[in-house]
């Protein structure tokens, strides 16, 4: 799948503050988890609040994907299992 940069950007503009504070730090736990077991949960957060958002048209596919790409690219960036 490729999304351009700019989708995020745009997914971005259309959420109120409340929302963008709950997307950041759903990828704030993505990135401080501990464990595989917290990765998961941390995923599925990420996507089920993203879904909850494109179901209120607050963005488009496009935009929902580009932001479901950001926060598995924190996951493949993650140190979790570098030990």
Known sequence: MSTKP???????KW????QKA???WLLRAIDE?????????????A?????????ARVFDEAERAALHEEAL???????????
Do not use: I, V
């Not at 959420?15 to 409340?18: E, I, K």
């Not at 988890?33 to 917290?38: D, F, K, L, M, N």
């Not at 996507?47 to 179901?55: I, R």
């Open 47 to 55: 996507e089920g609040y993203l879904l909850g958002l494109f179901d």
């Open 33 to 45: 988890a501990e464990t595989q077991r917290q990765m998961d949960q941390a995923k599925c957060l």
């Open 73 to 83: 690219t924190r996951e493949k960036t993650s140190t979790l299992f570098d030990a």
């Open 15 to 18: 959420m109120n503050h409340s």
């Open 22 to 24: 709950r997307w950041y």
């Open 6 to 12: 700019t989708d995020t950007f745009a997914a971005l």
